[in-house]
Structures are given as structure tokens and as C-alpha cells.
């Protein structure tokens, strides 16, 4: 497994087809966030625009290679093995941009309420976020899986199912990512650092189910 990590690892990295989810996400904080703001908001709006950009890496990292290699790749390591290689990666990759988003975030947001009357520890905070980041990074992930290649073989259906999945995923109630980002946010209105590990542990056993049915698929349909 470790090879087939490594190697979707480097494909992805290969292909920079990677840059444009990164600079959008960069993009959407530039004009979002600024230092000075009251830190709970900031990693809420950082975790909730993670969603969109962990179901983009996951269609990156399927979609990568040509049919031919990865009918080679799923030969020689089984179909199920290879897809869900591609999925972990993406979600690692996710996961990485978005820790970073946190960590920054945290050292230049202001650690006070949203009315700047109440002092927030900014360590607690930096970890809620990043909490609520890591659901938002496997929610993502989950869209990306049920809405690419092998549940959705059409581009012209799977990308706008894509991108509708995650903004239900974001706004709709009950949904982990959802309960994540409205815990920082109702946290900065109150001054009190949420602790989100049950919309974590939601979105992880979701993700888990979309990725085992993702990986079934994959040996009944060919590319």
C-alpha cells in the first residue's frame, strides 16, 4: 500500500494539475480573512472553503492517470487497493493545506469574540479549527469519492454534482461539516472555544462508508 500511496503521491505532484484548487483556496482566504480578525470566524470560513477544494484533489487524483495505466496499476495492485490510494492521498492532501491554513490563521487572527469583548485562548481555538478543518477535509473527500469515476462516469453530470454536494455539505443542517464551521462561529459570538469531535467522528465514519463503496465499485466497472 505504502507503494501505491507514494506513487499517486508523485503523480499528483507530477501533474501540478494540483495548483489551481491550492490558489483558489489561497485565493478564497486572501479575500476572506485579514489579520486583526476575531480567530474563531477566521477558522470557521478556512475550514468551510476546505469542503470544495478536499472533492477537487479527490477528482484530480482519480482522474490522473490515462485508462491504459491505470487498468496496469489496478492489474498488478487490485482495483480497490488502487482507487483507494488515490482517495487517501487526496485527502492527505487536503488535510495538509488546510492544517496550514490553521496554523496560520491561528498566529495572525486577533483571539477575542466577535465583538472583540471577550478574550479567546488562542491555542484551544487553533485546535477547534483545526478539528473542524480535518471534518471539512473528509466530507470533502466523501463528495469527491460518490461523485467521480466509478459512482459517476460522466463529467457532465459528476461536476456539478460535485460542486452541488459540497455546498449542501457546508450549509445544510445536520451535516458534520456544517456542525463544525456554525461551532466557530456560534464560539465567536459567545467567546467560547467549541470542541468539534463529534461532527469529526461523524464525518469520518461517513467518509469511510463513501470510500468502501467507491472502492467496490471499482472492480465491477471499468474505466
Given amino acids: 500500500m505504502r507503494a501505491l ?3 499517486q503521491a508523485a503523480l499528483l ?29 477566521s477558522l470557521g470560513y478556512a ?10 484533489l479527490v477528482r484530480i487524483c482519480v482522474t490522473n492517470e490515462p485508462p491504459a ?12 487497493r488502487a482507487h483507494l490510494a488515490a482517495l487517501l492521498v487526496a485527502l492527505a492532501g487536503a488535510a495538509a493545506l488546510g492544517t ?6 491561528t498566529l495572525i487572527s486577533d483571539p477575542a469574540s466577535a465583538d472583540h469583548q471577550i478574550r479567546v485562548p488562542r491555542l484551544p481555538a487553533g485546535a477547534a479549527g483545526l478539528l473542524a478543518a480535518l471534518a471539512c477535509a473528509l466530507l470533502g ?15 457532465g453530470r459528476a461536476v456539478p454534482a460535485m460542486l452541488l454536494a459540497a455546498l449542501l455539505s457546508v450549509v ?7 456542525a463544525a ?3 466557530l462561529v456560534t464560539g465567536s459570538r459567545s467567546g467560547a472555544v467549541p470542541t468539534p469531535l463529534l461532527p469529526l467522528v461523524a464525518a469520518a465514519v461517513f467518509t469511510a462508508a463513501a470510500i468502501a463503496v467507491a472502492c467496490a465499485l471499482t472492480s465491477r466497472r471499468s474505466p
Avoid: K
Fill in 13 to 41: 505532484a507530477r501533474s501540478q494539475r494540483w495548483l489551481p484548487p491550492f490558489i483558489l483556496y489561497a485565493g478564497f482566504l486572501a479575500v476572506g480573512v485579514q489579520g486583526g480578525q476575531p480567530i474563531l470566524d
Fill in 141 to 155: 473527500t466523501a463528495v469527491g469519492a460518490l461523485t467521480t469515476w466509478p459512482v459517476l462516469r460522466s463529467t
Fill in 172 to 178: 445544510v443542517t445536520g451535516s458534520p461539516a456544517q
Fill in 69 to 80: 495505466a491505470r487498468s496496469c496499476v489496478a492489474a498488478a495492485a487490485g482495483p480497490g
Fill in 47 to 56: 475550514a468551510a472553503a476546505l469542503l470544495p477544494v478536499a472533492a477537487w
Fill in 5 to 7: 500511496l507514494r506513487y
Fill in 181 to 183: 464551521v456554525n461551532g
Fill in 100 to 105: 496550514a491554513a490553521i496554523v496560520v490563521l
